[in-house]
């Protein structure tokens, strides 16, 4: 049975390939943003901004609950901007730093920081290396094992912010992970932004919870972004994503409204995460962004959360 707000007979998608799948078949690896412009209108909004793709499986009255996500709506310029931050060159340097089993091992990068943390096997390194594709000599180690991150890998992005891959909880996880984590997520002083990661063909998990529950107890600023979106067919991803949107309206405070499902297949939603990541941490400054954030404010009214502006900001 098709979940409630999907219009009639989409529950008929669950047992059909994705279409996010077959568009990965013809759009396999990174292309430089100029060559995404020119795909007709429909093939560059599956890739760009796959939550309007999956929008149009809704019925009218449940629209509102998926626009609302589209807090960060950036124009296809800004986008093209911010893939520079993301592109290696001479004067741009993005390379591997080191890694550390320790907070205090760690390096001292006065940048700010966004990390990434998910389960065991959800895609985390995979992810890494696409958002790192326009950058091909950064050597993001990616393996089929699951729980083969085992320390705090720090990746330097020129001179505008360090990205963290952390280790993979849950599975094969490291033993002194509880320690190693923990004590990085509350110490750490240039930590902006956590993103978590959630499988999105099996959804939020047990052990998901566990890190959710320690991101909003330390009161961390954290986005939920959803990978593996090639592997389930369209109606079982909407399923998942108006799930998962439930749950980070309900029972999270902390957590960005916005969902972000990427592929690290197909690229899909790639390319707007650069541009969230360099929009959050200063480096992209835009007219947009600051009209989002006041259509921001309206939301939390709405949503009636109680954490302040400057929490999600």
Not at 33 to 39: A, H, P, R, S
Not at 52 to 67: G, I, K, S, W, Y
Not at 204 to 221: G, H, R, S, T, V
Not at 240 to 252: A, G, P, Y
């Amino acid at each position: 049975m098709a979940a409630p707000g999907l219009l009639p007979g989409v529950g008929r998608l669950i047992e059909m390939p994705s279409a996010l799948g077959r568009l990965g078949r013809a759009y396999s690896k990174s292309h430089a943003f100029k060559e995404v412009l020119q795909l007709p209108k429909m093939e560059l909004t599956k890739l760009v901004f796959p939550l309007q793709e999956l929008q149009r499986h809704l019925l009218p009255d449940a629209q509102p609950d998926l626009l609302q996500l589209r807090i960060f709506d950036p124009s296809l310029e800004a986008i093209a901007r911010a893939e520079s931050f993301f592109t290696a060159t001479p004067r741009n340097r993005i390379e591997y730093v080191s890694s550390a089993v320790r907070l205090d091992h760690a390096p001292d990068l006065p940048r700010p920081e966004v990390c990434f943390i998910g389960r065991s096997n959800v895609g985390k390194s995979s992810l890494i290396k696409a958002l790192f594709s326009l950058a091909p000599e950064v050597e993001v180690r990616v393996s089929k094992t699951p729980g083969h991150t085992k320390k705090m890998d720090f990746f330097k992005v020129g001179k505008y912010f360090t990205l963290v891959d952390m280790p993979g909880y849950g599975y094969r996880a490291p033993e002194d992970f509880v320690d190693m984590v923990e004590t990085y997520l509350k110490e750490r002083k240039t930590l902006l932004r956590t993103f978590l990661l959630v499988d999105s063909v099996v959804g939020i998990q047990k052990a998901d919870n566990i890190a959710i529950e320690m991101c909003e107890e330390f009161a961390l600023p954290y986005v939920m972004v959803l990978t593996k979106i090639d592997k389930p067919s369209k109606g079982h991803l909407l399923k998942q994503v108006l799930e998962i949107q439930k749950f980070v309206d309900t029972k999270t405070q902390g957590c960005f409204p916005q969902l972000f499902p990427v592929s690290a297949m197909t690229y899909s939603g790639i390319h707007l995460l650069r541009c969230f990541i360099a929009t959050i941490t200063g480096n992209l400054k835009t007219n947009e962004w600051h009209l989002t954030l006041l259509k921001t404010q309206r939301i939390l009214c709405q949503l009636e959360l109680n954490t302040s502006i400057s929490t999600l900001f």
